[in-house]
């Protein structure tokens, strides 16, 4: 924190937020909050069920054999008891946690959805968030392509009904990539090296590792072709005569079947496939996904199956689903201008002490009647152009000013009109 004191006294880094994280306030929080619950009337629809989890947690429910977030970009520290506890950086554990304890017997599909935050302490690189809204869905206990794609379509009504324009769902299949690693023969550090390498896209790295080793000529130039291995399932047909493992054929025929399924749906034209995708999380085992659209450089959702994670916590349980990053989907929505602006929906009553009695009956009477109301006693010290400014900045939609027992004036702030009516009539 810099510590900017003025002659005052007063410390101004006190108004400063830590860096990666940031403030939400007026019409940009009351988008996302609006956002957020319309894409959760959708998931509702669907029949999932609300559940809420602790932002920390102990830390051994992110450790490294649930193949969560790396160590270092968890945000850590320590109860009285010495435990250590995280907050949060991925609430899908802390939902596989309460299925294998809540729902331990159950074995017919469990559908749960979530809204929270999560923390990731990443390099501090442009402006990229600490601390994010998601919003996502977990189905349980149904290892099926139908689930597979019912969650898919799920995602793509979400983004829908969000507003957004022109975005594609790229679906991958962990197993496509682990598949190739074994065929080849990689050892666990060679496979990570691997890994870092097509991430970062450095191609000249994966030829110089892939030449080091003994490999049959189409595996390797599928490996070196794996970032160009995207678009629709037809053109990427090929890659599955070209390789011999049944781990990858087989994530390709799910991909074909899933495909499928989804233009049943009729969805199909929101949908891409990408072979070279990677796992974000090692506990994904199926199909991986990701949402993409213009006005975000990142993944406005992400998600993939998950079928080994909940027996870590005791209960066999097949498991997919995707997490909205909410605060990506506004970036994307706001540069794609289809962001609704949040409109002046309230109403200011303003009086003077002796009608106070009124401007509360008022008020009480209007809210009764799910009209919001701001009550307000007027200052000498204001005129009111000053309570007009004010209306407009905190997109407050017009006035009522008592003028006496009965009287009031109704000013609507966006034309500036004006009318005179009696309280009596209003109320009757
Ligand atoms: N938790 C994952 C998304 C996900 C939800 N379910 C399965 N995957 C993420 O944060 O990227």
Known sequence: MSYLVSESG????????PEGVRDIYNGECEQKLRLQESIHDIIKLYGFRDIQTPTFEFFDIFNKERGTTASREMYKFFDREGNTLVLRPDITPSIARCVAKYYKEEELPIRLCYQGNTFINNTSYQGKLKETTQLGTELFNDG?????AEMIALLVNCLKKAGLKEFQVEIGHADFFLGLLEEADFDQEEAEQLKVLIEKKNLFGVEELVSSKK????????????PDLFGNLDNLLYAKKMIKNQRSVHAIEHLEKLYAILELYGFSEYITFDLGMLSKYNYYTGIIFRALSYGSGEAIATGGRYDNLVEQFGKKA??????????????????????????????LILY???????????????????????????????????????????????????KDADTIEVIDISSGGKKITQISEMLS
Do not use: P, W
């Open 352 to 402: 003077h002490s002796q009608y106070r009695k009124m401007a509360i009956d008022l008020a009480n009477h209007f809210r009764g009647s799910g009209m919001k109301l701001l009550l307000m006693r007027m200052s000498n010290e204001k005129e009111m152009v000053d309570y007009v400014d004010y209306c407009k900045r905190q997109s407050i939609g017009g006035i009522l000013l008592m």
């Open 215 to 226: 490999l049959d000529e189409n595996l390797k130039e599928l490996i070196l072709k794996l």
């Open 144 to 148: 099926s392509s139908d689930a597979d």
């Open 318 to 347: 097949k498991a997919i689903g995707f997490v909205i990053l909410i605060d990506q989907l506004m970036t994307a929505l706001s540069r794609q201008k289809v962001l609704n602006k949040a409109s002046a929906s309230s109403t």
């Open 10 to 17: 007063f410390n101004h880094g006190l108004l400063h937020t």
